[in-house]
């Protein structure tokens, strides 16, 4: 009875909170049960005004003097600002403690709150950004932010001194496409300067104010004078990205499906397997459509699992970039499912596929705009164009295997993803083919110590279950839908999308017999 408690090949293990294992499992398999997650900080988000206008910060805003009650003539003055400096020597030291903070805080989480873990960001284009901060901790975040891979593009500067410095700074000068300043005035005084500002401003310069007080009547009066975004600490640096977003979105391509990346520590671990399922229980479980982008030029296998043999495939996109447009790439996809969409890989070695990492942007740019999930099935190569698709995607997951080289690849991937994203949640990690008879395994406890975080999932060794949908060209829940790893897929699809997988209805046998 013993040795059958501690068969892993019998249990898959669902993110610490499987229904079909018992405590003790939980506690010997997953560390335990973890700490309750402390309350999230709800930033203070400026409050929307309806009658928010396109009115562009410029020369031409009307300036009012009596707008505003004496309640602003009553606020204490506010301090001096900065002088204009290097940002680089003033705020270095908070900056490692920022970086510091957010190290130590649970995956997803900031300094100033928590990440919003649905949502796809998209990335902000080439535009230049000037920033003047009054107090080092704003130029810290700033600086943290432009950091991030979704402001890659865009060039930054960050300095100290507020509003005062950015006025000085542009009466001879261009100004960027953005500036965010920041001020903790109120009232006249705050107005003075922004007339001023406004007039060393071009036309066409957006503006972001970075204020104290997060007050209805202020917000809506520096929109009337043709302020952009009005933000309110506290707030993390992917507050102050949606926001540079939001301000640049193409209105003609405004939208842009999330994308999760899929790669394995080694080869042969399963991370194709993983992959092509969890896209499919995504499609299928959550009623939402779905592509599947098979990476793997050379040796890709998504045709075969999904039993199909498209004549035009992603090869052909990579070969011309430019002329791929909504009509040809409707063409390329192939339907697997009412809702899941395959772009499939040539698999053949009749050519060496020789791509930029810019050709691959432009293709995987292109197929965001078709679903609201695009699944990546990256190879097992470490190219230029692998490391941009891995670190720019939305949400990574990394399958293993219980060794020592997967745990070592792992790690490696881990350090590397955590150092360029700090504003993203860590990978999620699937051990795949654990309890395979006869083999030394490091335990599941071991890998989640060296990673930082359990493993969203363990599925066991079963190679009949996933050799006969392999060769029948099936995924795992159509083959055996009461099996475990046909709900740790599924429960894997709502990790990775922040959703809910209703459960999905088994057909009964009059039903089948009757077309239900």
């Known amino acids: 009875m013993a040795d059958a408690k501690h068969a892993l090949n019998r249990d898959v293990i669902l993110d610490g909170d499987d ?45 009012e003097a009596d707008v505003f009650t004496d309640s602003y003539q009553s606020e204490p003055a506010a301090p001096a600002p900065r002088q204009a400096q290097s940002l680089d ?33 998209q990335p902000v284009p080439r535009i230049s950004i000037a920033a003047f901060c009054e107090r080092p901790e704003t130029g810290a975040l700033v600086h943290n932010a432009a950091g991030d891979r979704r402001l890659a593009k865009a060039h930054i500067d960050v300095e100290l001194g507020g509003l005062p410095a950015a006025i000085e700074r542009y009466h001879d000068a261009t100004t960027p ?15 003075e300067q922004l007339e001023e500002l406004a007039s060393v401003c071009d036309p066409e310069t957006k503006v972001i104010i970075i204020g104290a007080a997060n007050d209805i009547a202020l917000y809506r009066e520096l929109m009337k004078r043709g302020v952009s975004e009005y933000l309110v600490p506290p707030m993390t640096p992917l507050h102050l990205i949606r926001s540079i977003s939001d301000l640049f979105l193409d209105p003609d391509q405004p939208f842009a499906g999330k994308t999760i990346a899929f790669i394995g520590a080694k080869g042969g671990v399963g991370s194709s397997t993983i992959a092509h399922n969890c896209a499919w229980s995504l499609s299928e479980g959550l009623q939402t459509d779905a592509v599947l982008v098979d990476l793997d030029l050379s040796f890709g296998t998504a045709g075969l699992d999904f039993n199909q043999d498209p004549a035009q495939t992603l090869g052909d996109a990579l070969n011309e970039p430019d002329r791929l447009d909504d009509a040809l790439l409707d063409r390329l996809l192939v339907r697997c499912t009412e809702r899941l969409s395959l772009f499939s890989a040539p698999a053949t070695l009749d050519r060496d596929w020789e791509f930029t990492p810019s050709e691959y942007e432009m293709v995987l740019d292109k197929v965001r705009r078709q679903a609201p999930f695009i699944a990546l099935d990256l190879p097992h190569l470490w190219l230029p164009w692998v490391r941009d698709t891995l670190l720019s995607a939305d949400q990574v997951v990394v399958t293993v295997t219980p060794d020592l ?7 490696n991937l881990f350090d590397l993803i955590a150092s360029a994203r700090p504003n993203d949640e860590l990978p999620k990690v699937v051990i795949n083919m654990a309890g395979m008879p006869k ?27 996933f050799g006969k949908a392999a060769n029948n060209g099936q995924m795992i829940h159509e083959l055996d839908p009461k099996s475990k790893a046909a709900d740790g897929f599924a429960h894997l699809a709502g990790l990775v999308t922040g959703r809910s997988a209703a459960p999905m209805r088994r057909r009964s046998i009059v039903s089948k017999l009757f077309g239900g």
């Open 19 to 63: 229904p079909f294992l018992d405590a003790s499992d939980i506690e010997r398999l997953m560390l335990g049960e973890s700490a309750p997650a402390p309350a999230p900080v709800i930033p203070q988000a400026a409050p929307v005004d309806a009658d928010r206008g396109s009115r562009r910060f410029g020369a031409g805003s009307t300036l």
């Open 89 to 121: 020597a003033e705020f270095a030291e908070l900056q490692d403690e920022f970086m510091a903070s957010q190290a130590s805080m649970p995956a997803g989480e900031a300094l100033y709150g928590e990440i919003d873990r649905e949502s796809a960001d």
């Open 177 to 191: 496409n953005l500036l965010i300043v920041e001020s903790g005035m109120r009232g006249q005084g705050l107005f």
């Open 405 to 411: 080289a997967s745990l070592r690849n792992a790690k």
């Open 439 to 465: 083999r030394p395994e490091i335990p599941v406890k071991d890998f989640a110590d060296a990673l930082g975080t359990p493993p969203a999932l363990v599925l066991p060794f079963e190679p009949q279950l």
